[in-house]
Structure formats: C-alpha cells, structure tokens
C-alpha cells in the first residue's frame, strides 16, 4: 500500500501544475483551482492503491477535479455566470483568446507574476500553483520562516483575487516587465529539482524537465532577449551532469564527479547559447551563472578548471547580485584559488546560518584546514539543515571521515 501511494504521490506531482494551469483556465478562480486539486489528489490515494495508476493520469485528475470544482461552484451558489457554467460537465465553448503564450502553464505563470504583486510574493505564489512546491519547499529557497512565507502567499492570492489578476491573458507587451519575476520562477523550480527537499528522491526530474520545457518556449517567445538564452544555458548545462551527481545513493560534488558521464550534446547546446549571449554583449545574472557553468563543462578535468576565470565571474555576478548566497559561491571558488583559510574568512562573514550549504562549505574548509573537531560540529549543522537524502550520506561519509 506504501508503494501505491508513493506512486500516487509522484505522479500528482508531476501533474500538479498542468492541473492547476487547466483548473484555473476554466473556472477562473486560483482558490477553488487548489481546493479542488487537492480532493482529486484525496480520491487518487482512495482508489489507485487498489486500482493502480490510470492510463491517462492528468486527465483523470483534471476530469476528477473539474467535477470537485463544479461541485463547489453549485453548493456555494456563486455569480450567475458560474453558476451556469457549473450546470455543464464539459464546457464545449471556445476558449478566449490566448495571446502571445500558448503554453497554459507558462501563460498562467506569467498572469501570476504580475506587477501589482510584490517581487517575492508574485514569485511564491507561483512557485506554489506551478511548481507544485509546498510552502517549506518555497520558505527554504528564500530562506525565510515556514509562517512568514505562508504569510506572504496567502496576501498574494487575496490581493490577486481583488484585482482579477488571475484571469487576464497578458498581451505582449506585458511580457518584458514581468520577464524577470518568471524567469526567477524556473530557475527556483528547476534547483528544487536539482536538489529536492524532503526524503523522497534526491532529484525530480518532473521539475528540472519541466522548467527546461518552459525556457525553451520562452526562447522562442522572446528569442532575442539574452537573458533567457543565458537561463537555457545555465540549466542545460547543470543537467547534462544530473547523472554524474548521485552515484549509489550519495550526493557527488562537481570536483569529484565522472565527466565521462556527463551529456555532451547538452553541453554543446550549452555552450552554443552562451556564445550567443556574448555575441549580443548584454550580461545578465543568468548569463554570467552559465558562463561559470561553461567554465567548467569545458575543463577536461576537475585539475583543469580555470579558477581565476571562475572568480573574475563571481565577481562580475556580485556586482549584480550582491546576495550573500553569491558571496557564498564565490568564496567556494576563491578556495581553490587562494587557499581554504582565505575562503573561510570570507565564508564566517555571510549571514547565513540557516543555509544547509554555508553549513557544509565551512564544514569542508575547516576539514581542509585540519580544525577536526570545528569541522565535525559544521558537518552536524549541515545535516540537521538538510532534509535532501543524498546530500545527506554525503555529509554523514565526509564527516565519519574525520578522525
């Protein structure tokens, strides 16, 4: 029965944000969208354990769903223009115009990023509805309190809901200024992917895959518009070593793992895009992240690697985004440039104390530096910050190391 709900669970969340997309399309509301995925998903474990999983998963749920929707709609007795549409079980009316995104979910992720929403806000609330991450997913890639980031999605969607955000297709011209907060969206679902939460499988792929989807639609949306090639080529060229990353069970750094296994026509792709970025000489956040990425999928090895290049680019990043999660970056880059005590010193000054991997790089510098005991307290700290199961062996290999 375990199994079952496990696969239950997976499935539906690998669908979550097509349902919600669809569910909101049609009844225009983001709070009857979630209440009513949420009972699809309590019927699903009822009856897939037993029956086994659908042939045709997504849509039963959407159909699931839809039905709960209607059903609400009915009992609650809402405007007369819902009402009639809760008398139909299948609405054979066209859909309105979709404008310039055909996509329904990148549609509805750039309709949720709208600028009447704070730039955290609209971000979280969208990482919620399309990425299908839970709040603590969400409050730990802010690194903020569980409540505060419930807080903050829960004003988004009343504040959304007064203004009708939801259901307006955004034209083209709504494209550029709400670019910025989407595009920060798949970059958060695609690290989540990369690196999940939770005791579940330390990668989801359903995340990274989908994220990759979308920025390849963006691409064609807005080809000229570097940052998006830059986010393309970042993620393309992080995935192409997804399976270089875990090997038995146990987290892989990106110094130590087995190039032979990395995807070499991604790489290629990637590298592709970032030529084409410099080509068009805008830099950007995302554009400087897959350069540094592109660094090192061209090293032969990890000996090979151009640190200074690496730096110089950490540098050029900070200079735009001054976060400490960058400085963090960087000083794991000084460290093999100038040595483990400079990268510390750096590392000691971050206001980071919350973050699973200031934990382990503090960890690893005091453990190159030879402080033994220090570094076994920091490897405790790390892994009692992170729930991600192979990062976890990892932690628990390197710190039963230390003698």
């Known amino acids: 029965m375990q199994t079952g709900t496990a696969a239950v669970e997976r499935v539906f969340r690998e669908e979550y944000g097509r349902l919600i997309a669809s569910l909101v399309r049609r009844f225009g509301d983001i709070d009857i969208a979630e209440e009513a995925a949420g009972e699809a998903l309590v019927t699903a474990l009822e009856k897939w354990p037993t029956s086994g999983v659908p042939p045709n998963p997504g849509g039963w749920l959407t159909t699931t769903a839809a ?86 999605i829960t004003r988004a969607k009343k504040k959304i809901a007064a203004a009708n955000v939801p259901y307006r297709v955004p034209e083209a011209e709504d494209l550029p200024e709400r670019l910025g907060g989407v595009l920060t969206v798949l970059f ?17 792929v359903e995340l990274t895959g989908e994220a990759i989807r979308l920025v390849r639609i963006l691409r064609q949306l807005l080809p000229d518009e570097p940052e998006v090639l830059g986010l393309l080529a970042m993620l393309l060229l992080t995935d192409a070593r997804r399976e270089a990353r ?79 999660i960058v400085a963090l970056n960087r000083a794991v880059a000084i460290a093999e440039l100038d040595g483990p005590g400079v990268a510390l010193a750096l590392v000691d000054r971050l ?53």
């Open 67 to 152: 039905n709960r929707a209607i059903d609400r709609i009915r009992r609650e007795k809402l405007r007369d223009s819902k009402h009639q549409a809760a008398l139909m079980t299948h609405d054979d009316t066209p859909h309105e115009p979709t404008g310039p995104v055909q996509d329904d979910r990148l549609r509805l992720l750039f309709t949720c990023c709208h600028p009447a929403l704070a730039p955290e806000a609209r971000i979280a609330l969208t990482l919620r509805l399309l990425g299908g991450l839970t709040v603590p997913e969400i409050a730990q890639a802010f690194l903020v309190p569980e409540t505060t980031m419930g807080q903050r």
């Open 188 to 204: 958060l679902v695609f690290n989540e992917g990369y690196l999940a939460s939770g005791d579940g499988d330390p990668v989801r």
């Open 351 to 403: 206001p980071l104390a919350g973050y699973h991997a200031w934990h382990a790089t503090r960890a690893d510098l005091l453990r190159r530096l030879g402080r033994t005991a220090e570094a076994k307290t920091a490897y405790d700290e790390a892994l009692a910050a992170t729930e991600n199961s192979a990062e976890r062996a990892y932690l628990a290999r390197k710190r039963g190391e230390l003698v």
């Open 246 to 324: 875990v090997r038995q069970g146990q987290l892989v750094p990106l110094t130590e793992q087995d190039r032979a296994g990395w995807d070499r026509a991604l790489i290629t792709e990637g590298h592709q895009l970032v030529r084409q970025c410099l080509g068009i000489n805008r830099p950007g956040r995302y554009q400087i992240l897959a350069a540094i990425n592109a660094v090192h999928t061209d090293a032969p090895s990890a000996d090979d690697v151009d640190w200074s290049q690496v730096v110089a680019l950490y540098g050029q990043l900070a200079r735009l985004d001054d976060s400490p």
